[in-house]
């Protein structure tokens, strides 16, 4: 326990906290962790200046892929917030139809309540509801439509992320697996 571990843990820790910050990657973040601390115990075992080498060349390089992965990680999460932006812009033209049909009925039964006379009174009421009979039944057929069109959408940008982060975790653990094999290569002395 003395310098090798000393330096595996400054640069060791910063990258497994860094990781730490990544949403929803606790598997990953477990892998990267178990390897990092199998890694310290074997090389405190056999403590050795060209195990500092070896330290020194193979971490920066973790901590580079770990980089890369919350960088792609993301990037996935960027392109599910641009796509949901997007169903929201397509869909603001509908919004304000709805809104508006609604506030046309609201206003039109709120005139009828300030009638005095009753004969006015019921026509009134009789008139408006015929109005938001019409104006419901459009604010009925347009929302079911645009729930449905949205669920839709939801569902294949739900598919995209989960592809998305699939393929970067990936990627990761690759990378990552080749990684610790060379440096274990390097802690044996079979390459520098
Ligand atoms: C995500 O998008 C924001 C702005 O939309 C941008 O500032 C940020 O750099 C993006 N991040 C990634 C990882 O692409
Ligand atoms: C109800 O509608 C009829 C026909 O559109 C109209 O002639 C009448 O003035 C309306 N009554 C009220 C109270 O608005």
């Known amino acids: ?3 090798l571990f000393v330096l595996a ?4 820790i910063s990258k497994v906290c860094h ?4 949403p929803t990657t606790n598997n990953v973040q477990l892998f ?3 390897r990092l601390s199998s890694f310290l115990l074997e090389a405190t075992a056999r403590n050795s200046p ?3 080498v070896c330290f020194e060349e193979y971490l920066p390089k973790l901590n580079q892929l770990t980089d890369e992965y919350e960088q ?4 996935c999460l960027n392109a599910t917030a641009n796509s949901k932006q997007r169903v929201e812009s397509e869909v603001a033209k509908d919004r304000s139809n709805v809104e508006a049909l609604a506030e046309d009925v609201c206003q039109l039964y709120s005139k009828c309540s300030t009638v005095v006379a009753s004969a006015d009174f019921f026509e009134c009421y009789f008139n ?3 109005q938001a009979a019409v104006n419901s039944y459009t604010i009925q057929t347009t929302s079911k439509s645009k ?12 598919y995209d992320e989960t592809v998305c982060t699939d393929t970067c975790k990936a990627t990761y653990v690759e990378e990552t697996t080749k990684t610790y094999a060379e440096l274990d290569k390097c802690l044996a002395g079979l390459s520098a």
């Open 1 to 3: 326990m003395s310098n």
């Open 147 to 158: 729930s449905q069109y949205i669920q839709l959408r939801y569902q294949t940008i739900q």
């Open 32 to 34: 990267a962790e178990r």
């Open 19 to 22: 990781a730490a910050s990544v």
């Open 72 to 75: 792609a990680y993301g990037s």
């Open 9 to 12: 843990l400054l640069i060791g």
């Open 128 to 130: 408006a509801s015929e």
């Open 50 to 52: 060209r195990n500092i």
